[in-house]
C-alpha cells in the first residue's frame, strides 16, 4: 500500500512522536491554576540540565534561572508581580524567575575559548551587552518553556512584574535583569482559557 | 525490585522519549554544513503548524518567516550575511529570515479577541512594540530552532547580518525586523566544531 500525498498530514513530516509533538507544542497550553502536586528538585534539575544545551550567539548562554519554591520566597517574589498575576504565582508549587545577565562577557573566556579576546569587546558597550543578553536570554527561555513540559508540567510564562524590583530583591548588585516569570507544576481547576486563534499561514509565512 | 535515587539520572525525570530529548535538546548540534539533500515544502509547513502554538505576550505571536529556497532568492540574501556567514548559508538548502514585525498590534484584535482594545495602547509606542516584538519573537525563534530539529533536521542559526539591508531587500515598507537567520538541512561534510562546554549547575541556577 503506497500512502498519497492526500492521506498525509503536517505531523507526518515530523520525526518526533506525536505524543511528544502534543506533550510539547499542540495540545500544551499556559496554565492559570495548578494543584498542590508537588514538583521535585530532581524534576527541576532534569530541566536545567535538558535546555542548557540549544544554541545561543557565540555560546554565551546569558539566561540565568532563580528557583522560588519555598513559602518565604513565594512572600518576596509575589507583591512584585502584577496584581492579575498574583493568585496564579501563589498557587504554582515552583516558580521561575528567568534573568538575562548582562555581564555575560565575563563568561567567554571559558565559554568561548577559541576567542576569548570577544570578552574585550564587550567591555565598553553596555548597550550592546543588554541587547544580546535579552534577545539570547529569550531565545533560552523559548528552551526552557519547551523543557517545563518535557518533564510532563506544565508552564505558565508571565510578563506583568516590577523587573526592577524582582532584581533588587533577588539579585543584590548582580547585573541579572529579570526578563521573565514562570509558573511550573501541574494543572489545578479549570487551568485553560480557550485556545486563541493563530495567524492564517500566508500572513506570517512567506518564500522566496 | 525498587529503584534508588543512586541509579536514577536526570533523563528519568523527563517524560519526553530519550530520542526525543536527543533529537531536540542534549545531542542536536548547529550545523555549518549542508549536504544537498532538499528540504521539501511539506517539511516547512509542518514546522510552521508546530511551532505556531507555544505561547507569546497576550498571544500577539508577532514572529514573521520568510523562507528563502531559490537560487535567485539566495543570491539576494548571501551579500548582506556577514563574510563569515556566506559560505554555510550558501550550503544551506533553505534558510530562514525570523523576523520581529514591530507593528504586530494590528493584529491584536484578531489574535487576543478578548481585548482587543489593547491595539490602542501600542500605537504611539514605538519603543514598547519594538521592545515586545523583539523580545516575543526571541521566544519564537526558540520554539522555531527546535521546530526544525522535531523535522530531523539540522539548524544553524546565524545573528552576523546587515539587518537592514535584509530588511529593505526583502520586507520593503513593511514594519518586519530581521532578528535571526537559520539555516535549515541535513547535515554536510564536517558539520560540527568540538562541542562547547556548558555552566555549571551553581553559576547559573539559584533556589529561593
Known amino acids: 500500500m503506497t500512502s498519497t500525498s492526500q492521506s498525509q498530514s503536517p505531523t507526518d513530516f515530523l520525526v518526533i512522536t506525536p ?30 540540565e535538558l535546555v542548557k544545551w540549544p544554541p545561543t550567539m557565540a555560546n554565551t548562554n546569558p539566561l540565568r534561572i532563580l528557583f522560588v519554591r519555598t513559602q518565604e520566597g513565594k512572600d518576596r517574589l509575589i507583591p512584585l508581580m502584577s496584581e492579575g498575576n498574583r493568585a ?19 563568561k567567554i573566556p571559558e565559554l568561548f575559548p577559541m576567542r576569548p579576546e570577544m570578552r574585550e569587546s564587550f ?35 508571565m510578563l506583568g512584574f516590577d523587573a526592577a524590583g524582582i532584581d533588587k530583591e533577588f539579585f543584590g548588585d548582580r547585573a541579572w535583569k529579570t526578563i521573565l516569570v514562570v509558573n511550573i507544576g501541574k494543572p489545578g481547576a479549570n487551568p485553560w482559557f480557550d485556545r486563541l486563534p493563530r495567524l492564517a499561514h500566508g500572513d506570517y509565512v512567506e518564500y522566496a
Chains 1, 2 share one sequence.
Open 19 to 48: 505524543a511528544d509533538q502534543e506533550l510539547l507544542f499542540t495540545a500544551a497550553r499556559t496554565a492559570n491554576s495548578f494543584s498542590d502536586e508537588p514538583v521535585s528538585d530532581e524534576q527541576l534539575y532534569a530541566i536545567t
Open 88 to 106: 496564579k504565582t501563589a498557587s504554582a508549587p515552583v516558580v521561575a524567575v528567568l534573568a538575562a545577565d548582562t555581564d555575560f562577557h565575563d
Open 123 to 157: 567591555v565598553d558597550d553596555a548597550e550592546g551587552r543588554e541587547r544580546q543578553a535579552t534577545f539570547n536570554g529569550a531565545l533560552q527561555a523559548g528552551y526552557f518553556i519547551l523543557g517545563v513540559r518535557a518533564a510532563g508540567l506544565a508552564a505558565g510564562p
